[in-house]
Each structure stands twice: as structure tokens, then as C-alpha cells.
T-cell receptor, first 114, second 115 residues
């Protein structure tokens, strides 16, 4: 069963605290992504990872960093969270193939920064 | 720079009718891929259908089909015989060949199917 998991599903943090969002996939996909979704803005790409330790910035990387030490696992880290990072964060994965690049999304993590 | 625009914020239709959702894209590249994704009320996001820029035929999957008008940079999603469970937010997205695997999403169209 092809699946992308995210932990935690809900998180409340205070401004200045560090945040770790975790994502896993069981499809051996090379490529993984982190997006944030805000009302009226659709999905915005934060980071993309092409494989272990091969990460690239997306459209809005400022304030975020990522880690990918195993193919099946991709983490998003917020060092010293800010209130404007309150959002819903989605992880996704896909094959590294021109014609098989459908993205499979996780259920999302709802983050509230107070 | 790539851009995807969905001007319809929300649409309401009666069950079993046909609905079309609009999407316009901007790119300077000749090779690109267009996608539609669906986000349900629970937040789940799933892939629906894809159109490759070099293909003339409109893609069709189940009761979803596309109206690809390349000269107008337009990729409409058509849902025939709509069902209540089609109520969701629909996102159009584009990937350009020379930009790796980065997807640019539109802002979404909310579809409500009434019984």
C-alpha cells in the first residue's frame, strides 16, 4: 500500500521554539518535497530532495531547513519558529522519472506558532 | 518564471451535471507537464490527471477529462456526471522540464456538488 506519513499531525509551539516535522514514505521514491498551504495561496514549495543528502531550495525556503539521511525519510526543521510560519505543511514523494512523477501527498501537519 | 492561475474561487453545481474548471498557465519553455490534483475536506491531496505539452490528444481518466488549448495556455478540467463526493478543492499545477521536479500550483477552485 503506497503511503506517505507525517508526524505529528497537529503541533502547537511558542515563537522561538524549534520545530521538527517528519515525513516517511514506503514507495522507495527518490524525490521528496515539503510544501506549506495557506488560505488563498495554494501549495508553496519549501524544499525538494532528489535523494539522500541532495536537497534544493524551493520557492520559499527562508526560515526552514531540511534533512534527508535515508531515502524513505525527509525532515523539515524550523529553527526558532515565527508566528508567520503557522500553516499546514504537506510532504510528498514521487519517482525520479519524467513520465512517472505523480506526487503522493501525506495527510499534512497543522502547525500553530503562538 | 512559471505561473498558474485559477480565477474561479468556487463553483456550485447540481449532481449528475458536467462542470468545467479553468486554469491558465505561463511559461517560456516548450516542454512542460500539466496536472490536476484534488483536495478533499479531510485535507487529503490526490493526483487526478496529467497532460504532457507535446501531446495533442486531451487526457481522460474515468469521469475526468482535460480541455488542453495550447495556443491559449489553458488546461481546463472537465468532470462529467458529477457526484456528491466530487465536492473538493481542485488544484491545477505545472512542471517545466528544465526546472527539475518542481511543481507550481494554482490557488485552487472549490467545487460543491449539490444533491
Amino acid at each position: 500500500d503506497m503511503k506517505v506519513t507525517q508526524m505529528p499531525r497537529y503541533l502547537i509551539k511558542r515563537m522561538g521554539e524549534n520545530v521538527l516535522l517528519e515525513c516517511g514514505q514506503d514507495m522507495s521514491h527518490e524525490t521528496m518535497y515539503w510544501y506549506r498551504q495557506d488560505p488563498g495561496l495554494g501549495l508553496q514549495l519549501i524544499y525538494i530532495s532528489y535523494d539522500v543528502d541532495s536537497n534544493s531550495e524551493g520557492d520559499i525556503p527562508k526560515g526552514y531547513r531540511v534533512s534527508r539521511k535515508k531515502r524513505e525519510h525527509f525532515s523539515l526543521i524550523l529553527d526558532s519558529a515565527k508566528t508567520n510560519q503557522t500553516s499546514v505543511y504537506f510532504c510528498a514523494s514521487s519517482l525520479f522519472s519524467e513520465h512517472q512523477d505523480t506526487q503522493y501527498f501525506g495527510p499534512g501537519t497543522r502547525l500553530l506558532v503562538l | 518564471a512559471q505561473k498558474v492561475t485559477q480565477t474561479q474561487t468556487s463553483i456550485s453545481v447540481m449532481e449528475k451535471t458536467t462542470v468545467t474548471m479553468d486554469c491558465v498557465y505561463e511559461t517560456q519553455d516548450s516542454s512542460y507537464f500539466l496536472f490536476w490534483y484534488k483536495q478533499t475536506a479531510s485535507g487529503e491531496i490526490v493526483f487526478l490527471i496529467r497532460q504532457d505539452s507535446y501531446k495533442k490528444e486531451n487526457a481522460t481518466v474515468g469521469h475526468y477529462s482535460l480541455n488542453f488549448q495550447k495556443p491559449k495556455s489553458s488546461i481546463g478540467l472537465i468532470i462529467t456526471a458529477t457526484q456528491i463526493e466530487d465536492s473538493a478543492v481542485y488544484f491545477c499545477a505545472m512542471r517545466v522540464s528544465n526546472m527539475g521536479y518542481k511543481l507550481t500550483f494554482g490557488t485552487g477552485t472549490s467545487l460543491l456538488v449539490d444533491p
